[in-house]
C-alpha cells in the first residue's frame, strides 16, 4: 500500500489485465445493445401507454405445451411507431388465480417492433404481461453513465489510531486526487481512498457504504421518470384458456452439473417452481433440509441477496443455530451450526465494492482468495453470486473479477473434484438509484457466459424472479426465496 496521486480515470487505469484482454473484447461484443440514433429526445422515447401488443395468430384454444408468440409495437410520446428498436421488456405468462408464472423471450425486430414467445406451461387460466422496463433512450444513458461516471456511487474509509478517526471519500480510482492506494497482488484489484489530512495509510481500519451522486441533468431524469420505467403496455389481448395435454411431461433428470438451463428454465404453479433443468424437490419441512444438509459444510460467499439464503435456512431449520460472531449482521460473516445433524452454513460478503454498514476491512475478503484458502474436504458445497455491487462500473471491472473467481473454482476442483459448486444468477428487481434490471441483465450475461464450461451449476433465479406474481424487488419475498432454496438443495441432494 502506499499513497499516490491517481490518474485520470479510464480503463487503462486498471492493473494489467493481458490474461483476458481478448476474452473481454468478445464480452463487450456480446453485450452490446442497439442505441437509439439519435439524441435522448423525451419526445421520441417509447412511451409504454402508448405502445402496444396483440396475438399476430389469435386462435380460439391453446393447449399446454404449445407455443404464442406476441407481437410488441413501440410507439413514442406522441404516438408515432418507432423504426428502431432497443428497448428492454419483460415479458410474462401468468395467473393470479392459479398462482402461475412463466417468462417469455423477446426478441429485437430493430424495427421498432419486438416479438414476445412464451411455451405454454398449465392449464386453465392464461394472460398475458408484457412491461416497458427501459426505454432505449434511457438505456443509452444507462450505458453512457456507466462507463463514463464510476463514481455515481462512493464509499467512506475510517481511519483510526491512538484516539483519533478521519472519514474520506474511497472507490476503485478517485481521478485527480491525492490518495492512498491499497493493492490486492492475488486479485491483481486496487482500491484508493484519498488521503487523510493528519492519519498515516496504514490506518485505515474500516468501510462502509458513502453515498449516491446525482449524474443526470434535467432532460435526462425524465427519461427514467416513475412513468416511463416498468410499466404495462396497452393491450386488447384478454386472459384466455389453456387446455390440459396428457402426454406432456416436466423434466425427470437427476440434477447435476452437467445440465444447462433451457428457456424458460422452468415456470410456477401454486406458488411451486417447476424446473425444465431437472426434477427439483419440494424441501417442504425442517426434518427433510436437515436430512439432505447432514455432514456437509456449506460455503455461501456474494452480497446479500445470498445472505436471504442463509437466513431462510436458519428460520426455516429449528435445528440450525447462528453462531454470535460478535459483528454486525449485515456485511457479516455469518456461521450457522447444526449439531444433531453436523453440518455447518457458512455467509460471508465479498469483497469491495460493496455497499452496507460498517465493518471492519480485514472482514471482507475476495471470493477467489476464499476459495484458494479451501482444502481438498469431503461433503462441501460452495454456493456463489456476485453481480448486483458492480453495476455502476464498466464492464471491465466485473470481467476481472470473475476471471479470478473462475481461475479459483478449477484450482479448487482439480484439488477437490467431488465439490459441488453452485452459482446463484442475478435476480430482477434493482431499484436503487444509478442501478436497472438492464445493468443486472448485461453483468448476468457475462457470468454465464464466462463460467459456462465449468462443471458448475448456474440457479437461474433471474427467472424465478421476473416470473412471479407478486411485485419484483431486489431482496424477493419468503416464497421466492424457498423456492430459490429448494432448487438449490435439489442440486445439493439429487433423487
Excluded at 274 to 299: E, G, P, R
Excluded at 465 to 491: A, G, Y
Aim: hydrophobic share 35%; charged share 20%.
Amino acid at each position: 500500500m502506499k499513497a499516490s496521486k491517481s490518474a485520470t480515470f479510464t480503463t487503462a487505469s486498471l492493473p494489467t489485465m493481458n490474461p483476458w484482454d481478448e476474452e473481454l473484447l468478445v464480452l463487450l461484443k456480446l453485450t452490446q445493445w442497439p442505441l437509439p440514433p439519435d439524441n435522448t429526445i423525451l419526445e421520441f422515447s417509447t412511451h409504454p401507454k402508448n405502445s402496444e401488443y396483440f396475438l399476430p395468430h389469435p386462435r380460439s384454444s391453446y393447449i399446454v405445451g404449445e407455443n404464442l408468440e406476441v407481437l410488441i409495437i413501440a410507439k413514442d410520446h406522441k404516438g408515432r411507431a418507432k423504426s428502431y428498436g432497443g428497448d428492454f421488456f419483460n415479458a410474462k405468462l401468468h395467473s393470479p388465480s392459479l398462482k402461475a408464472g412463466v417468462s417469455g423471450t423477446v426478441t429485437d425486430n430493430k424495427n421498432g417492433s419486438y416479438t414476445a414467445s412464451f411455451i405454454l406451461q398449465w392449464p386453465g387460466e392464461t394472460m398475458v404481461s408484457i412491461k416497458l422496463m427501459h426505454s432505449s433512450e434511457a438505456i443509452a444513458i444507462l450505458n453512457e453513465k456507466r462507463n463514463t461516471r464510476p463514481d455515481k456511487v462512493f464509499f467512506k474509509g475510517y481511519f483510526v489510531k491512538n484516539g483519533k478517526i478521519e472519514v474520506v471519500e474511497c472507490n476503485f480510482d478517485l481521478p485527480g486526487q491525492d490518495v492512498c492506494e491499497y493493492y490486492d497482488t492475488l486479485n491483481e484489484e486496487k482500491w484508493v481512498c484519498k488521503r487523510p489530512k493528519m492519519l498515516p495509510y496504514d490506518s485505515y481500519r474500516d468501510h462502509s457504504s458513502g453515498g449516491n451522486r446525482v449524474i443526470l441533468n434535467k432532460k435526462e431524469q425524465q427519461l427514467f421518470s416513475l412513468s416511463l420505467i416498468e410499466q404495462e403496455l396497452s393491450s386488447n389481448v384478454k386472459p384466455f384458456n389453456v387446455l390440459p395435454r396428457k402426454d406432456y411431461v416436466r423434466a425427470n433428470n437427476t440434477c447435476t452439473s452437467v445440465l444447462k438451463n433451457p428457456n424458460p428454465s422452468g415456470f410456477y404453479y401454486q406458488d411451486i417452481w417447476s424446473s425444465h433443468v431437472c426434477s427439483n424437490q419440494d424441501f417442504n419441512t425442517s426434518i427433510k433440509v436437515a436430512k439432505c444438509l447432514a455432514k456437509k459444510m456449506v460455503y455461501m460467499f456474494g452480497d446479500s441477496t445470498l445472505r436471504q439464503w442463509w437466513e431462510y435456512l436458519v428460520k426455516f431449520v429449528p435445528t440450525l443455530k447462528q453462531i454470535d460472531l460478535h459483528v454486525t449482521h449485515n456485511p457479516g460473516p455469518l456461521l450457522a451450526t447444526d449439531s444433531e445433524n453436523n453440518y455447518i452454513v457458512q455467509w460471508r460478503s465479498h469483497q469491495k465494492p460493496l455497499r452496507m454498514k460498517r465493518t471492519g476491512i480485514r472482514e471482507l475478503q475476495y471470493i477467489a482468495t476464499e476459495l484458494h484458502r479451501l482444502g481438498p474436504r469431503g461433503n462441501m458445497v460452495i454456493v456463489l453470486t456476485c453481480w448486483s455491487h458492480f453495476l455502476t462500473y464498466p464492464i471491465a471491472f466485473y470481467v476481472r473479477r470473475l476471471w479470478h473467481i473462475r481461475e479459483a473454482i478449477r484450482q479448487l476442483l482439480e484439488r477437490s473434484p467431488d465439490t459441488k459448486i453452485l452459482i446463484k444468477s442475478a435476480n430482477t428487481g434493482y431499484r436503487f438509484d444509478h442501478g436497472s434490471d438492464w445493468l443486472s441483465y448485461q453483468l448476468d450475461t457475462v457470468m454465464r457466459t464466462m463460467l459456462s464450461e465449468l462443471p458448475v451449476t448456474i440457479l437461474d433465479v433471474w427467472q424465478m424472479t421476473s416470473c412471479h406474481r407478486e411485485p419484483e424487488n431486489i431482496h424477493p419475498i419468503e416464497i421466492i426465496i424457498k423456492n430459490e432454496v429448494d432448487l438449490m438443495l435439489s442440486f445439493i441432494c439429487p433423487q
